[in-house]
């Protein structure tokens, strides 16, 4: 062969392989593996590398530590199954279909995992699922019923029936780290989605005496008196009030308050036990007949919400400490067969939670609590180690963003921003965002819908199904969001600003908001 055409033909054989690597199914073996990690209703307050004071959680801290932490993380519609939503989708919740806890997810429509498998990756997803459809774009699923169980749960493997005996933290894990051992070979895309530290924060047993000596400190704005804030006024997901002693806080009944009775579901706490052996069973007796022997001496009903508050932090907070366990046991397992090097870790929460913060439980409003999340994410020689970002990232971002940086092109109809420029320090070819649209939809509980905009000092929201009220926040002068300004003089023009920014922004977003 003439040296020229051999030259030409190893050119065309380069330009080949080039062009293979960057369309679905070329090339794959540079592309990095993603493992997307979320918890359900985990706290930012209870993440020690967000300073808590609550709890150390040592393993997730390592993903901030080696990678990015993001301070300034929101939800754009803050409760489970909507934020799934829009993680899968990069589209706000009026775009993707999910609403609302009581909706079933279109799986028809472009999702992540669908892109990446098009990319040739194993795509798999295990644990809490929770958009009540059949999982689609994944090889594998092996998926929780609904919200599941914390002992022996039930799965759906496959579209098959499985029950595993153990504690469900466990159980996913495994399932996780034997995925990745069996695919390892290829770029996988995996979602290890948690059900824990989800009401009602069933603990695994070696942990049932943790912070038994503990006493937690109520929060500042824990006897909120709600005033001048109707939404909040009229909502059931108070401590104090509509905390079941019972479910939550695992106490026989025989001589409860009649109105801390079967506030939940009759018979829930009952279906979590049942997932004990014998043996177990006796062991969680045990504890709780201690806190049973506490509870028969209070008397009033402020020491009885004051209980309840100690009994579901101390829960909440031993469902964390498993959590924090087992995403060790992933990252080890990265470390030992060498894959932490290619692969993008994602830790964050499906969104923020109360732990006592205006006497709440549970999530849902725009206060900060409950709008913001722990996000962070790990990618060796990529993503800047010990860095702490304060841009305001959303859930919105996350499929955009994977997508980036695994060197795929981000669909245009995403509504989310890549992240990587903020991730690996490049230069940002547009201004970052300096304002977040929220939208909550769902009544349950007697919440009311609401939207709003969060500034960098301010926050505005306008609830208005059934009730049709607004608040303002001067966040730097009510960080705590205690006092509803909306009617104060000095900030008409403010508002009016801010209402022509939302306005701006359900544009943006294509929100037809008609209130």
Not at 87 to 94: D, N
Not at 154 to 179: C, E, L, R
Request: charged fraction near 25%; hydrophobic fraction near 35%.
């Amino acid at each position: 062969m003439k040296p020229e055409r051999f030259l030409i033909g190893l050119i065309f054989l380069l330009l080949s392989a080039i062009c293979s690597a960057q369309q679905p199914g070329g090339n794959q073996t540079k592309r990095a593996n993603v493992i997307f990690i979320m918890a359900d209703d985990h706290a930012y307050r209870a993440i020690s590398a967000y300073g808590s004071k609550l709890i150390k959680t040592p393993n997730i801290d390592r993903i901030a530590k080696e990678g990015v932490l993001m301070k300034d993380a929101y939800v754009t519609n803050s409760v489970c199954s909507p934020s799934r939503a829009v993680i899968l989708t990069g589209k706000y919740s009026h775009i993707n279909g999910m609403k609302d806890n009581g909706t079933y997810f279109n799986g028809a429509q472009q999702t992540l995992p669908k892109i990446f498998k098009q990319y040739g990756y194993n795509t798999a997803i295990v644990g809490k699922w929770h958009l009540f459809s059949k999982p689609t774009g994944f090889d594998y699923w092996n998926i929780l019923p609904d919200q599941g169980h914390y002992y022996a749960p039930q799965f759906i493997k496959m579209g098959k029936d499985t029950t595993y005996k153990g504690y469900v933290t466990d159980i996913i894990t495994d399932m996780a780290i034997n995925w990745i051992g069996e695919n390892k070979n290829k770029p996988f895309f995996l979602m290890l989605h948690h059900k824990a530290p989800h009401r009602n924060a069933m603990p695994p047993l070696k942990y049932l005496d943790k912070f038994n000596d503990v006493k937690f400190p109520l929060p500042d704005n824990f006897y909120d008196d709600y005033a001048s804030r109707p939404a909040l006024k009229r909502q059931s997901i108070t401590i104090k009030n509509d905390m079941d002693i019972r479910y939550d806080s695992k106490i026989p009944c025989d001589t409860c308050p009649v109105t801390k009775i079967n506030n939940w579901a009759p018979g829930e706490y009952e279906k979590e036990l049942a997932g004990l052996t014998p043996v177990e069973r006796v062991v969680w007796d045990k504890q709780f007949r201690i806190e049973y022997e506490k509870f028969k001496k209070l008397h009033t009903t402020d020491e009885v919400t004051r209980f309840q508050y100690q009994r579901f932090m101390e829960d909440y907070l031993r469902c964390v400490l498993s959590l924090d366990d087992n995403i060790g046991r992933v990252l080890d397992y990265l470390d030992k067969t060498g894959l932490a090097k290619n692969t993008i870790v994602v830790y964050m929460s499906d969104q923020g939670f109360y732990l006592g913060e205006h006497g709440l439980y549970d999530k849902r409003f725009m206060y900060e609590e409950s709008f913001r999340t722990p996000m962070m994410i790990r990618f060796p020689g990529v993503v800047k180690s010990g860095k702490k970002l304060s841009q305001y990232v959303l859930n919105l971002d996350i499929a955009p963003t994977l997508l980036d940086l695994a060197g795929i092109k981000v669909p245009g109809d995403m509504q989310g921003e890549t992240m990587k420029p903020l991730l690996t320090g490049q230069h940002l070819e547009k201004k970052w965002r300096d304002e977040i649209y929220y939208h909550y939809y769902e009544k349950s509980f007697n919440l009311t819908a609401h939207y709003g905009i969060r500034t960098k000092q301010y926050k505005l929201m306008h609830f208005y199904d059934p009730i049709d009220d607004w608040e303002f926040y001067d966040l730097k002068k009510d960080p705590h969001e205690m006092k509803n300004g909306y009617n104060n003089p000095a900030y008409q023009s403010i508002i009016a600003m801010l209402k022509q920014h939302i306005t701006a922004l359900q544009i943006k977003y294509k929100d037809e908001v008609t209130k």
